[in-house]
């Protein structure tokens, strides 16, 4: 299994990151990609990437952090993206539900960080929440503009509906599903995950956030991503090794892992 989405660097790890990590794995998990949300998180996830074999890292301006960012943040943001060991560039995207920074700083940051995953040629990692209207009006043409058509990046943590999926995935997203997929309430997370191409699928936990149904109320760690798959596969009918495997596979190609450095490789 690979966990697409995780904060290793944030706080609530502190007391036991290495012990975490090593749960991931007696659970089966092969790779974890934690995901930067700010300049000093980037930096700390590159750290841990270039500390672990199977821990890769992205770099990225969450829309929460947009006030803040600064030219050359996201100069530095594009300098640490040239690492082999970070694979993506986000998390970015629009939050207009909690606007913990202004809309149009928000805007004028993702679409930055657009323009920089462009140049680098690497996917992206979108956040988004009550702003899907503005972010298509944002990635349709920004998308088209690209010499390919798929591999764009993933939406992660999806919360909308089968529609708005399938409206993603024709654009070249993949959809990342969370633990939230398990919550008895998540109807519409559970159609999509019932009813999205398996190929366009990736799961995630977005620890220390979103716990799956058995540990809500509590810390979310990688290990849980297991719970996320099984949940899946129960909604899809099918085995857990087919979702595990799928989901890695697309999570490996997205990112393009290289095969030389699943293996594991210094940061540099």
């Keep these: 299994m690979i966990d697409s989405h995780a904060h290793l660097d944030m706080h609530e790890f502190d007391g036991d990151r290495e012990a975490v990590i090593a749960r991931a794995r007696t659970q089966g998990v092969s790779t974890i990609v934690t995901v930067g949300i700010d300049?000093?998180?980037s930096r700390a996830a590159l750290k841990l990437a270039g500390e672990h074999?199977?821990?890769f890292s992205t770099a990225g301006i969450h829309p929460h952090e947009a006030a803040s960012c600064g030219g050359k943040d996201l100069d530095e943001i594009a300098a640490l993206a040239a690492n082999d060991r970070v694979v993506a560039l986000g998390e970015m995207g629009l939050d207009f539900f909690r606007n913990r920074s202004p809309q149009t700083k928000q805007v004028e940051v993702f679409e930055a960080q657009l323009e920089?995953?462009?140049l680098l040629k690497l996917p992206v990692i979108i956040h988004c929440r009550?702003?899907?209207r503005e972010l298509l009006e944002i990635l349709v043409p920004w998308a088209n503009s690209l010499d390919r058509k798929s591999g764009l990046g993933v939406i992660h943590c999806f919360s909308g509906d089968t529609g708005l999926a399938r409206r993603y995935i024709e654009l070249g997203f993949m959809i990342s599903v969370p633990g939230a997929v398990t919550y008895p309430g998540a109807k519409d997370m559970a159609a999509v995950a019932r009813e999205m191409p398996l190929d366009k699928m990736l799961v995630e936990t977005d620890a220390p956030y979103l716990p799956p149904q058995p540990y809500r109320g509590k810390r979310n760690e990688p290990a849980y991503i297991s719970i996320t798959v099984a949940g899946v596969a129960r909604?899809?009918?099918?085995d857990t090794d087919t979702v595990s495997r799928a989901t890695a596979e697309n999570a490996l190609s997205l990112f393009r892992i290289p095969k030389k450095l699943e293996k594991g490789a210094p940061c540099r």
């Excluded at 909604?235 to 099918?238: A, D, P």
């Design 39 to 41: 300049l000093a998180s």
């Design 130 to 132: 009550q702003a899907h």
């Design 235 to 238: 909604l899809r009918g099918i």
């Design 53 to 55: 074999r199977d821990i």
């Design 116 to 118: 920089k995953a462009a």
